[in-house]
């Protein structure tokens, strides 16, 4: 059968890549009337945003790569009438920590009263939860006034910087290193690592570095839906990717899996696509061509001069566990604990120290890593008969673990740095986490550890690099053109996580690169 067979031979649109950001771009322009291609090398869509079950014979549907949803705009969901939900978790984040002998931690969340005793508790008084106060309600009127813009043409710097209308939010966000915030504002040190994490967040930086990526990174984290906060997708994340591949199937989009795009061909005005299946080669053309993969790809599939290289800095591990753990710190329910997010050796001086080991090169002696539990809040990934046994997830995030550490050899780092890294979070349980685990129908612990080296392998994520290069800050600079997704050739964009205003399960590269197609075609 020819690689063709049931395709057309043209289209008002073909999508390189069928990705949350692919499908919110295919089911945008076909509500329009385009008429449009997905082409996904993979045999389903849905690219780091989906649902798997990877453990034999266990009714356990998890996120198996990004697992909170923030940055996803309430518009998007509306426009595509996605039948999708998300819950917010009652626990913002816990910290434990071992103070003069004893343990003990920081829970945020549970209503002001519990945070501001919690404060209390850790830090013998109330100035580090004032100060806590005044940060965050400084980034939340940022975020009310930076959120909306990521769904119009990019404003330029100035106008941005009007639209915040803050001069003391301009600098410490937008100036100078997240770090001076950090060190001017808190004093306790594991107050100061708990706001400095979401700075590094598949970043590999110091919080003074001169770069300023911290804060892009940080700017991402504390935004989404002009709150900041981070929800659970209700069905796990292949529920989003789900709902948004059936609107676009359903405004007419046509899907088509297991078609391996291998070049682009353009005039400007025409474009030429070559996939590659397993029957062989076939091709098509299109008007444009929306590119929702990284911009390595692309210049690979345009034959344009590639990109400096990405590099990741992560470490994912999916769990599934018989119950949850019991804490030393026996004034905290793990039920709490692990519904937000729970930090692992994330002071601020450890993770200083994580990050100058790795830069020389070696594994950190304490890996910092955040966890949560989805379960808790969203029960339904897991089958009925584990619901009733008390079996639970738990989904980890290692920070400072750049991908060239595993180039020796990715498999044994894995190992040892899961070990490591599991070691950090038994210092904090009463009993160890092993004794936890479920087996799966072979017998072997339901643990599963992705390397910035497997995301590249599994999903073409360059140098495992989640957001597929350093994130942009949400502004217009040179050459980044009205929507941010243009590229050197006019009927071209990019509407992957690469895109200015990508990274994260958000939707707004799909959704700008359609708007910038409508707009030149006066749709």
Not at 99 to 122: Q, S
Request: glycine share 12%; charged share 25%.
């Amino acid at each position: 059968m020819p690689a063709h067979e049931g395709l057309h031979r043209r289209y008002d649109a073909v999508i390189v890549g069928g990705g949350h950001n692919g499908l919110v771009a295919a089911a945008y322009l076909a509500r329009a009337g385009r008429s449009v291609l997905v082409l996904e090398r993979l045999g389903t869509t849905g690219g780091a945003a989906v649902s798997t079950r990877p453990f034999a014979g266990v009714d356990a549907r998890l996120s198996r790569y990004s697992y909170l949803v923030s940055l996803l705009p309430k518009k998007i969901v509306r426009d595509l009438g996605l039948d999708f939900r998300v819950r917010t978790r009652n626990v913002s984040s816990y910290t434990p920590v071992e103070r003069d002998g004893r343990p003990t931690g920081l829970l945020v969340g549970g209503g002001e009263r519990r945070t501001r005793d919690a404060f209390a508790r850790l830090t013998g008084g109330e100035q580090e939860y004032r100060a806590w106060q005044r940060f965050y309600d400084m980034t939340g009127r940022v975020a009310k006034r930076v959120f909306p813009t990521l769904t119009e043409p990019l404003p330029s710097r100035d106008e941005l910087r009007l639209r915040v209308d803050d001069e003391e939010a301009w600098r410490v966000l937008f100036e100078e290193p997240i770090g001076v915030a950090v060190e001017d504002r808190f004093a306790d040190d594991l107050v100061r690592g708990v706001v400095l994490t979401d700075a590094l967040i598949g970043t590999f930086a110091d919080a003074h570095d001169p770069s300023l990526k911290q804060n892009r990174c940080f700017l991402y984290h504390v935004i989404g839906g002009g709150t900041g906060a981070w929800d659970v997708p209700v069905g796990g994340m292949g529920a989003l990717t789900d709902a948004l591949a059936g609107a676009a199937r359903q405004a007419g989009a046509v899907l088509a899996t297991g078609h391996e795009v291998v070049g682009i061909s353009t005039d400007g005005g025409s474009a030429e696509v070559t996939y590659r299946t397993a029957e062989g080669e076939g091709t098509v053309t299109a008007r444009h061509v929306l590119v929702n993969a990284s911009p390595r790809e692309l210049a690979a599939l345009t034959g344009d001069q590639p990109p400096t290289p990405a590099e990741g800095a992560q470490l994912k591990v999916n769990i599934l566990l018989k119950r949850l753990p019991r804490l030393r710190d026996s004034e905290v329910d793990p039920r709490e604990a692990f519904a937000g997010t729970f930090h692992i050796a994330e002071g601020y001086q450890q993770l200083a120290t994580a990050h100058a080991e790795a830069a020389a090169g070696r594994l950190p002696t304490a890996p910092p890593s955040e966890i949560y539990c989805h379960s808790l809040t969203d029960p339904t990934i897991l089958g009925p008969d584990l619901v009733e046994q008390g079996y639970q997830t738990l989904t980890l995030f290692g920070l400072h673990t750049p991908a060239r550490l595993f180039d020796r050899d990715n498999d044994a780092v894995r190992e040892e740095l899961l070990k490591s890294t599991l070691a950090q979070l038994d210092a904090h349980l009463a009993e160890p986490l092993t004794d936890c685990v479920a087996t799966d129908a072979d017998g072997r612990p339901c643990i599963e550890a992705k390397t910035p080296l497997d995301l590249e392998r599994d999903l073409r994520l360059p140098g495992g690099n989640i957001f597929h290069r350093e994130l942009s800050w949400p502004y217009s600079e040179e050459g980044t053109g009205r929507w941010g997704v243009e590229t050197r050739h006019a009927n071209v964009l990019l509407c992957g996580a690469g895109a200015v205003r990508g990274g994260g399960v958000s939707g707004v590269p799909g959704h700008n690169a359609a708007m910038a197609v409508l707009e030149e075609l006066g749709g």
